[in-house]
């Protein structure tokens, strides 16, 4: 992923604190020799209080052939994108320049998590990483817990297998037209407001919270 360095993040809070809200992505995978990476979309679980970058807990079905290309491929790459908005031509136009002289782009946020994959097969250590993921997408119960030793869910451990990703390096991105003047950025702002499409309140709040920093 390319970043420049207006669309790079302020600080390293600003990408954690995006993420924070986000636990939905795409785990990339290598494939064997001469195969296309795997990409499986899933739900996940970012603990950012363990170890220096934090790490991510998820599991999958124990048939996915995701598990081979993971024992020979470790490093893995977790993507994460939201936030992103179509902007016309006309939006982006230089002042003075006449609309069709603008450019048109796409503006979105996007953390990549470089990870190295550690796999989860013990029934105890399964169980807990999938209380973990319950209390956090349905805090407000109503799910029996998971144990390997009775309960509505112990027969479906052996069909399942847990993953424990270790962030090792972080790569995030925030383009929201930050080497613009502030006028285009001003014409782009009217241009999510009023159209108020899916993903342009969030757009326009990233472009509004980072103008006052980017270069002119």
Avoid at 6 to 16: K, M, N, Q, S, V
Avoid at 181 to 209: C, K, N, T
């Amino acid at each position: 992923m390319l970043i420049h360095p207006w669309d790079a993040p302020l600080d390293e809070t600003e990408w954690r604190t995006w993420l924070a809200g986000h636990d939905f992505g795409q785990l990339a995978v290598n494939g064997g020799p001469g195969e296309a990476p795997w990409v499986q979309p899933t739900h996940f679980l970012y603990d950012a209080g363990a170890g220096p970058l934090g790490e991510v807990l998820l599991h999958l079905a124990r048939p996915n052939p995701l598990w081979r290309a993971l024992r020979d491929a470790p490093r893995v790459l977790l993507s994460v994108v939201d936030d992103y908005a179509f902007s016309p031509g006309p939006w982006a136009a230089p002042e003075g320049a006449p609309p069709g002289h603008g450019t048109p782009t796409s503006y979105y946020a996007a953390v990549q998590l470089h990870c190295v994959a550690h796999l989860v097969d013990d029934p105890r250590e399964k169980a807990r990483l999938l209380n973990r993921q319950v209390a956090h997408f349905q805090p407000e119960g109503g799910t029996d817990e998971v144990t390997p030793d009775g309960g509505p869910f112990d027969r479906l451990l052996p069909g399942l297998r847990g993953l424990r990703l270790e962030v090792v390096d972080v790569r995030a991105k925030f383009k929201y037209a930050g080497r613009k003047p502030e006028a285009v950025r001003e014409q782009v702002a009217a241009g999510l407001r009023a159209r108020a499409g899916h993903h342009d309140e969030a757009a326009l709040s990233h472009l509004l919270r980072r103008g006052a920093t980017a270069p002119e």
